[in-house]
């Protein structure tokens, strides 16, 4: 390459360098060439740099409303989805995922799945039944209160229902305590006749409509006590005896129908388990909607 032609290029270089565009960044106030630079959508421009810490900032502090043109007297609002992708270019990746959380949140038409421990969030279309929506992982929920889903029903009408089955509820619980008061006790198997009365002069061991056999006491079946010992009563009971009083170990009882059922479950004779206090009678009340019979 000639001398010649090495000057027009050293020339062309220099006129390139002398007529580069320049620009002053409203932020930092440092001039910078336009090329590189971001040119927001109301064509105001700024360098990155300056953007990225002046919407960090704003993003951390959670100031959704001041995500604008940080130009004097513009205030251009930058949330609309044609100009979010300002601020992927501009922040942080950590900061612009925040920014997109808070973005969600407070976009009224997308809503957070309310099950417990789910994260997901919904986006309620103008159509859509906002009492029963449905998450990707199949829950059901309501988008304004925590009663859903309610299908065909307003929140209000929803809360209404569900007080009135609270009070049936609880006329029901105080109608049961009522009866155990009394001297009433349902049936250990939670049968269709419910339960029923004892005279003080009769046995504990009662004999239900159904034909269960059981401990008036304690509601172990009478079959399993045979089989075996009082062991076998619940421990509260008071025809129970402790374990540790009895040397003899538990065996397999071929007419013990708890043991045939261990047996069954096992493929192998296995003496059954002792029975554990578990709130009988009051804890049976309600598992079923019983009939109360004297």
């Known amino acids: 390459m000639d001398e010649q032609n ?6 062309l270089k220099r006129q ?21 630079c971001c040119t927001l959508p109301c064509q105001h421009r700024f360098c990155f740099e300056s953007l990225q810490y002046h919407f960090d900032i704003i993003v951390r502090e959670r100031r959704l409303s001041k995500l604008t043109c940080p130009a004097e007297g ?5 949330r609309s989805e044609d100009s979010i992708h300002i601020f992927q270019q501009c922040l942080p990746e950590e900061t612009y995922h925040k920014l997109l959380e808070f973005l969600t949140r407070d976009d009224p038409r997308i809503v957070e799945c309310r099950s417990l421990g789910c994260e997901e969030r919904v986006f309620c279309e103008d159509d859509d039944d906002y009492a029963d929506l449905t ?6 929920f309501c988008a304004k209160c925590e009663n859903g889903p309610h299908p065909g029903l307003s ?19 105080e109608a049961w305590q009522d009866a155990l008061t009394l001297g009433w006790k349902p ?66 009882m071929q007419n013990c129908p708890e043991c045939k059922k261990v047996s069954s479950d096992m493929g192998q004779c296995l003496p059954c388990a002792y029975p554990q206090d578990d709130g009988y009678p009051a804890a049976y009340v309600g598992r079923r909607t019983l009939t109360l019979r004297p």
């Open 187 to 252: 049936c250990p198997r939670g049968c269709n006749y419910g339960g029923g009365y004892k005279a003080e002069e009769e046995c504990d061991h009662v004999t239900c409509e159904c034909g269960f056999e059981f401990c008036w006491d304690c509601g172990v079946d009478r079959q399993v006590l045979l089989a075996h010992d009082n062991r076998w009563h619940k421990p509260s009971c008071r025809y129970h005896t402790p374990i540790e009083e009895v040397a003899e170990l538990p065996r397999f």
């Open 135 to 140: 998450c990707q992982f199949g829950h059901r």
């Open 6 to 11: 090495l000057q027009l290029i050293d020339e």
């Open 16 to 36: 390139n360098e002398e007529y580069r565009p320049m620009f002053t960044c409203a932020i930092c106030l440092v001039d910078h060439e336009v090329e590189g």
């Open 155 to 173: 929140c209000d009408e929803q809360l209404d229902k569900l007080n009135k089955e609270q009070a049936v509820q609880q006329g029901q619980h």
């Open 74 to 78: 513009c205030g251009h609002d930058l």
